[in-house]
C-alpha cells in the first residue's frame, strides 16, 4: 500500500510538472505492476494501457517491457489472444532494435528470451485450460509451421531452465518427425541432437547417448547430408563420454571428428575451436596440463578473434583455462581469470544460470587447493543457492554442491560421512559404479574415516575406500598418471 502511494504520487507530481513524459509512463507501469500482484487485474490492464499510450508519446513507440507486463496481466485474467498479443508485438519491437543495431547487446539477447519464454507460457497454458475454447483462443498453426516452438526452447536453454526447454524441443520433434523430404530429416537430427546435450545437462547420460545416436543414424542414411554434421554429432556423443568417465573413449571422439570438420569446415570454423576446447577439456580430466593449456589457448585466440570475449563458447575456454591454472598452482591468475569469466556470464545469461553456478564452484575449488577453506565455502554455497534454482535435491547438480560445502568444512566427519552417504545414493542413479566422480567420493569418505581416530575400525574402514577408489581411478586412467591417482596413492 505504501508503495502505491508514493507511486501515485509521484505520479501526479511528473503530470503536473512534466506533462506526458517518459517519467509519467514509468510511473504507470509501475502502479500496473503494483495492481497485478494485488490481484487487481482489471486495474492493472488500465493502467498497462495507459502506460503504453505515454511511450508512443514519449519514446515514439512501445517498451517491450510494459507489452510483455501487459500480457502477463492479460495470462491471469485467460485472455490468451490478447496476452499473446502483446507479447508478440514486444518480441517484434526486440527484433527490430537487434536488426538496426547489426546485432543485439547481451542485455538485449536475454529480454527476447524473456518474451520468447512468455510466449511459451501462453501457448502451453491456454492449451492445458480446458475451460477455454479453442475455437476462440490462439490459432498456433502458424506459430508451429514458423518453427516458434524450438526458438521458445532455445530461450529456456539460454535461461538454464533446461528441463523447460526439454518440453518444447520434444514438441517439435515430433512436428518434424511427422514431416517427410531432406530439411525435416535434417531438423529431427538437430533437434534430437538438442535434446541429448540438454539431457547430458541434466546427467542423464544413457538419455543423452540414445538421443545422439539416433540423430547419428539419420544423418547416416541422409544422402545429401554432409560429412560435417555426422562428426558434430560424434563431438556431441565425445560430451556425454566424457561426463560418464569414458576419457579415451572421448579423446577419440573427438580427435577423428576434428580431422572431419576442418577438411570439410576449414580450421577457421567454429565447430574446430568447440572440438579442440574439448579435446583441452579431456586432457585436463587426464591431468595433461601443458597439453591442455596448449590447446586451450589457441582455441582462446581464435575465438576472442572471431566471435569476441562475451560469447557462450568462448566464456567457456576460458573456464577451462581457469581450471587448468589452478591446477598448475597458478592460483592467482586462476581465480582472476574465473572471476571475469563469471562477471561476463553474468552479463550473457542474467544473474543466475547454472553455467554461472559452475565457475562460482571452479573458484571455490581453486581456494580450497591453496586451503583458503572459508572462501572456498563461501563460493560452494554461492554455487548451491544458485543451482537450487535450476535443480531438485535428487540431482547430481545439487549432490556435488552438499559434498563440496562439507568438504570445505574440517573437523566434521561424522557430518560429512552422512553427506557422502547421501551424495553415494544420487550419484548411483546417474553414473555407473567405477566413475571417477564416485572413486573421489570414496576418497573423501577414506578420508573423514582417517580422521575418526577414536573409532577402532576406522582406519581400516578408510583403507577400503583408498582401494576403492584406487581400482576406479587405475580404470578410467588406464594406468596413466592422473592427480586422483596420485592423490589416493598418498593417501
Known sequence: ????????????????????????????????????????????????????????????????????????????????????????????????????????????????????????????????????????????????????????????????????????????????????????????????????????????YDEAMDYHQKALNIQKTGSGLAKAMTAETCVLMGMVKSKMGEFKNALDLYEDSLLVLKNALGEGHSSSWKTMAQIGSVHFELSNYDQAMAVLLEVERSQLASVGDDDRDTLETQALLGRVLSANGQYEEAVEKLRDVCERQKKLFGSNHPTIADTLAYIGFSFLDQGMVTEARGQFVDCYNMRKKFFTVDQIHIADSMVDI???????????????????????????????????????????YAELLNNSTAISTAIKHYKKARDIFNKAYEGECAIDSAMVAVQ
Not at 517498451?63 to 502477463?72: I, Y
Not at 525435416?184 to 535434446?195: F, I, Q, V
Not at 557422502?420 to 577414506?446: C, F, P, T, W
Open 1 to 204: 500500500v505504501a508503495a502505491t502511494d508514493h507511486y501515485t504520487e509521484a505520479h501526479s507530481i511528473y503530470q503536473s510538472q512534466l506533462g506526458d513524459s517518459k517519467e509519467v509512463a514509468m510511473v504507470l507501469k509501475k502502479l500496473g505492476d503494483l495492481n497485478q500482484e494485488d490481484g487487481a487485474l482489471d486495474a492493472a490492464r488500465e493502467l498497462y494501457g495507459a502506460a503504453l499510450e505515454m511511450e508512443v508519446t514519449a519514446h515514439g513507440q512501445y517498451l517491450p517491457r510494459t507489452l510483455n507486463a501487459a500480457g502477463g496481466n492479460c495470462l491471469k485474467a485467460d485472455d490468451f489472444r490478447s496476452a499473446m498479443e502483446f507479447h508478440r508485438r514486444a518480441l517484434q519491437i526486440q527484433k527490430k532494435s537487434q536488426a538496426q543495431q547489426g546485432g543485439a547487446k547481451q542485455k538485449q539477447k536475454y529480454e527476447m528470451y524473456e518474451t520468447l519464454v512468455r510466449i511459451g507460457n501462453v501457448y502451453y497454458t491456454e492449451r492445458n485450460d480446458f475451460r477455454n475454447i479453442r475455437s476462440n483462443g490462439v490459432d498456433y498453426r502458424e506459430f508451429i509451421e514458423s518453427g516458434f516452438l524450438g526458438w521458445i526452447a532455445n530461450a529456456h536453454d539460454m535461461r538454464g531452465e533446461y528441463i523447460k526447454a526439454i518440453k518444447f524441443y520434444e514438441e517439435s520433434l515430433q512436428i518434424y518427425m511427422d514431416r517427410k523430404g531432406k530439411e525435416a530429416k535434417r531438423e529431427t537430427a538437430l533437434t534430437l541432437n538438442r535434446l541429448g546435450s540438454l539431457t547430458r545437462e541434466l546427467g542423464r
Open 406 to 448: 562439507i568438504r570445505a568444512r574440517s573437523g566434521q566427519p561424522e557430518r560429512a560421512l552422512a553427506i557422502y552417504r547421501n551424495a553415494m545414493e544420487v550419484y548411483k542413479e546417474y553414473l555407473s559404479d567405477d566413475h571417477v566422480q564416485i572413486g573421489r567420493l570414496h576418497v573423501y569418505e577414506g578420508d573423514s
